[in-house]
């Protein structure tokens, strides 16, 4: 116990949270105490910060496994994501990470920071680029910031919010950028 009377675990001798509740929920002096829920969710229209740069963590190491499945799954048949000894012969000496899923984890990681129950749609992709390959055994940092923002004149209680991805590897260098477009609720309009 410290000199407050509080264990460890912030505990009291009765065994009650600091700020008076017990595991169970119930205040000091045997009351039901309500607790608030907080449910995770993205950001609405009036919360998308322009002056802010949103970092999506944790990063996502990319296997050897997710890469020849997503390649096969959307029937890609590129040698460069799934022959490792042709591979070998082209400029980069090895297999290179499915673009395409490099994009899909960029903008993934974004969700529950962002949109996730948010988003009424994505509207487009505008300057998607791949600077620097991403290889098996490289983990994807990403990071956002809002570009742009505009209620919608057709479609009230949404916005559009601009988007800029960005994606680097472990080293920093940047493997991909991309720039989305989303429609999203406003605050007190969505369903």
Do not use: K
Request: aromatic letters at 6%.
């Amino acid at each position: 116990m410290d000199e407050g009377g509080m264990d460890e675990g912030g505990m009291d001798e009765g065994g009650m949270e600091e700020g008076g509740m017990d595991e169970g929920g119930m205040e000091e002096g045997g009351r039901t105490g309500e607790r608030r829920t907080i449910e995770q969710r993205g950001l609405y229209y009036e919360e998308f910060d322009l002056a802010a740069r949103y970092l999506h963590r944790p990063g996502r190491t990319v296997t050897e496994a997710d890469n020849v499945l997503f390649t096969t799954l959307t029937m890609n048949t590129q040698a460069l994501h799934l022959d490792a000894a042709w591979a070998a012969t082209q400029p980069f000496g090895r297999r290179l990470v499915n673009s395409m899923f490099t994009l899909s984890t960029l903008v993934g990681s974004s969700v529950a920071q962002l949109t996730q129950g948010t988003i009424v749609g994505n509207l487009g992709f505008a300057e998607v680029t791949f600077p620097h390959p991403l290889f098996h055994g490289d983990t994807l940092y990403s990071e956002t910031v809002v570009t742009g923002r505009r209620l919608s004149a057709s479609r009230p209680g949404q916005g559009l919010v601009t988007l800029s991805h960005t994606g680097r590897n472990q080293h920093g260098d940047v493997v991909a950028t991309a720039v989305r477009t989303v429609l999203v609720w406003c605050r007190g309009a969505a369903l």
